[in-house]
Every structure is written in C-alpha cells, then in structure tokens.
C-alpha cells in the first residue's frame, strides 16, 4: 500500500513539473447525446503490414438527449483498422450511424477514433460529427464534438456518450478575438 502511495504521489509531482502555462483554461465538456448500439460479430479481413480491417454491423438502437431518436440498422455499420503497437492492440474506428424519430426527422452521424482492446472489453475515444436539417439542431452541423465509448465483447452491445466542447477561456481572462461579436468600421 505505501509503495502504490509513493507511486502516485510521485506520479503527480512529475505531471506538474511538465505543466506548461499554456494560454488556454481547460475546454468545457458538456454531454448532449447518449448513445446505446446495437451490433453484431464483425467480418475479418487480414491485411499484410496492417493487420487487418473489420466491419462491424450497426443493429439498431437509441439516441437520448437533446433528440431522442433510434439508429437505423444498416449492414455496413462500423470499420476498424487493427494495428499492433509496443503496448498491445488498438483500432483506427470509424463509424457512421443514422438517427431517426416518430417524425421521419434524421440525424446523420460519423464516429471516428482510437479503441483500445484488454479483458474481452474494449474502450475508445474520438470526434463525432453532425450533419442535420432538424430545426433547432442545425448548430450541431459545425459544433465540436468528442465522444467516448466502451463495450463488452460477446454482449452485441456497446454505449457511447457524446460531448460538446467549448472555450473557458483564456489563462489570463483576455478576451478571444475572434469570438466577441462583430466590429462594425
């Protein structure tokens, strides 16, 4: 117990020794969207230098939060490219998923990241995109966005939370240019 104690009290003495007085605060990350998905067994390919690519097939299931929706299953669903790395396996993920509701609104959305493999169990972070005409959505379109998944093998499900990131600011509390409101000359 006190060797793990020393282990991390030194662990957090090197991390702020290497912080840097960089110009930003921290971003804000605010969840708009939980996803559950629905999947199936992936098709394998095998490719020499690269591993291989899978493609996983999107099942259905549902997005809660600023619009409830389901995915519409399709057949393509996910790809992933393995590749080996000096501390085991990870995957290049891309995914493009379909929303819809009661109201034939859709929500078109792409996935896209880095999942790491242990424990029969996978967990991955990335960028998700937008691409709507929903009439109180239409912001989501230019956004940015990060989402963080998990899922565990065997189970033909995994679960997906969306965040919004914005500015806190700058270090110093001067104003970003770029987003106060036009200057008019």
Do not use: C
């Amino acid at each position: 117990m006190l060797i793990s104690l020393v282990s991390l009290l030194a662990l957090m003495a090197s991390a702020l020794a290497t912080k840097t007085n960089g110009t930003f605060r921290a971003p804000i990350a605010t969840p708009v969207f939980q996803v559950q998905l629905l999947t199936y067994l992936p098709v394998n390919v095998s490719i020499p230098g690269v591993g291989g690519i899978a493609a996983v097939p999107n099942l259905g299931g549902t997005i809660t939060g600023l619009w409830d929706g389901e995915i519409v299953g399709n057949i393509t669903g996910a790809t992933e490219t393995l590749l080996a790395s000096e501390t085991g396996e990870y995957t290049h993920y891309e995914n493009r998923l379909i929303f819809t509701d009661a109201a034939e609104d859709r929500i078109f959305l792409t996935l896209d990241g880095t999942i790491t493999y242990a424990n029969n169990a996978l967990h991955g972070f990335g960028y998700a995109t937008f691409q709507t005409t929903i009439p109180g959505l239409e912001w989501t379109n230019y956004a940015m966005f990060v989402v963080e998944w998990m899922a565990d093998f065997f189970t033909g499900t995994g679960e997906a939370e969306i965040f919004h990131i914005t500015t806190d600011g700058r270090i110093d509390g001067q104003p970003i240019d770029a987003l106060l409101p036009p200057k008019w000359r």
